[in-house]
């Protein structure tokens, strides 16, 4: 039997901006609709409230996504020695088993293929997306590239059937120690080679991770983070378009990493407002697959209180902003994150923080669901037209990193 379809505000009369902006005052006894205004940063004003009549239909951002496409993440740290190596490779398999499906493994050290081959001893690797991260395939992209190879060579397995990805950010290094690995054009020309490399082994792999947690982390505004981040962006595709690569061919290899704080809708809107900006500057690049922006996420370490449970709340809100907002992947940082080692049971509600937003919110099967919202769609549009003012003067400036030269 085919069900009707019931409109539920067919029962309640219209009311019109006017009747509703009497009654608004009319309960604020005296004081001006304005003064209850949210004053966001950089002179952007939130109002308490929007109607339709507010929303132009510029401020409609159609964002493409997937339903119940964002990956359970989670970050995991490789100690020196083959203890450290065995320790990390337990709790991988812990997490997997616990529903992580994108597990980031930070190396700041060399390590061989022996040691490789038993942090991943027992994991399927065709069937996660696998992450690196650390100053050992920051300092060697080809070298560890080729410990990845190797393992998928060795598994027998069609390369096409491997995802992951190499988080490397040299602009990002440099902006924070105020140096190169080796030096400007060798940092490039190694992402260059690397790519080309994956090119012909492991196709389905990201390369570079525009960091937007250093940002986050010095308490920038939201504005400055998302300026930063597309100058950042845009500067890699300077940079490898001039070493041969095509625009779109460097644009699949970026993704972008944000800090979601506290701030709901805001963060909401600075997902939504990144992808959309970062689409714009793919059109300007002449790119054929502007609908191509990658963002992983993760709650913010720097926002975290001294009290556990107080985290686990924060972290919670945090991260339905994050999925609310559309990202591909997501970390909810464990509640003891700042204080030291995070231990079993904060690992645990972390990752299941995303299993209740999927599985019991069924926030994994609906699309795009706050498209068209007044108020998100409105406060996205005002933080995209701030940050690209500030962009725009990065790049009439020479781009980024003649900006920070300056």
């Known amino acids: 039997m085919e069900k009707s379809i019931q409109?539920?505000?067919?029962?309640?009369?219209?009311?019109?901006?006017?009747?509703?902006?009497e009654k608004v005052l009319k309960d604020l006894k005296g004081k001006s609709l304005e003064s209850l205004n949210w004053q966001l940063e950089d002179g952007i004003a939130i109002k308490p409230y929007y109607r339709q009549s507010d929303l132009k239909a510029s401020d409609v951002l159609s964002l493409p996504t997937k339903k119940g496409d964002w990956l359970i993440a989670e970050?995991?740290?490789?100690?020196?020695?083959?203890?450290?190596?065995?320790?990390?490779?337990?709790l991988l398999i812990s997490a997997l088993s616990g529903g992580v499906e994108a597990p980031v493994v930070n190396i700041d050290h060399v390590i061989d293929r022996k040691q490789f081959k038993t942090l991943l001893k027992g994991i399927h690797a065709e069937m996660i997306t696998l992450g690196f991260s650390g100053l050992f395939p920051e300092a060697d992209p080809i070298g560890f590239l080729k410990l990845i190879i190797e393992e998928v060579a060795s598994s027998g397995k069609p390369q096409s059937k491997f995802n992951g990805n190499l988080q490397l950010d040299p602009i990002g290094f440099f902006i924070e120690n105020g140096e190169w690995y080796d030096n400007q054009a060798a940092d490039f020309d190694h992402l260059a080679s690397a790519i080309r490399l994956?090119?012909?082994?492991?196709?389905?792999?990201?390369?570079?991770?525009?960091?937007?947690?250093?940002?986050?982390?010095?308490?920038?505004?939201?504005?400055?983070?998302?300026?930063?981040?597309?100058?950042?962006g845009s500067e890699y595709m300077t940079q490898l378009i001039s070493r041969g690569l095509t625009p779109d061919h460097a644009a699949r290899r970026i993704a972008f990493s944000v800090s979601v704080g506290n701030a709901y809708f805001p963060q909401m809107a600075k997902i939504r407002a990144l992808k959309s900006l970062w689409r714009k500057v793919l059109q300007a690049y002449g790119c054929k697959a502007v609908n191509t922006t990658y963002v992983r996420a993760s709650t913010s370490v720097a926002q975290q209180?001294?009290?556990?449970?107080?985290?686990m709340i924060s972290?919670?809100?945090?991260a339905m902003a994050a999925v609310l907002g559309g990202v591909d992947s997501l970390t909810v940082m464990p509640s003891d994150e700042a204080h030291g080692n995070p231990d079993d049971f904060s690992r645990r509600i972390a990752r299941n923080v995303q299993h209740l937003l999927r599985e019991e919110s069924h926030l994994g099967k609906?699309?795009?669901?706050?498209?068209?919202?007044?108020y998100i769609e409105i406060m996205t549009r005002k933080l995209m037209e701030v940050a690209w003012e500030k962009f725009q003067k990065i790049e009439g400036n020479g781009g980024l990193?003649?900006?920070?030269s300056a």
């Open 401 to 404: 990193l003649t900006f920070l």
């Open 198 to 232: 994956m090119d012909q082994k492991l196709r389905s792999y990201k390369l570079i991770q525009v960091n937007m947690h250093l940002m986050h982390n010095q308490r920038a505004e939201i504005t400055r983070e998302l300026a930063v981040a597309i100058a950042t």
């Open 7 to 21: 409109n539920l505000f067919s029962n309640f009369s219209p009311v019109s901006d006017k009747e509703w902006e």
């Open 366 to 374: 609906v699309q795009n669901p706050v498209e068209g919202s007044y």
């Open 305 to 311: 209180a001294e009290d556990q449970y107080t985290n």
């Open 315 to 318: 972290a919670t809100s945090s």
């Open 75 to 90: 970050n995991f740290e490789v100690n020196e020695g083959v203890t450290g190596t065995k320790t990390c490779n337990k």
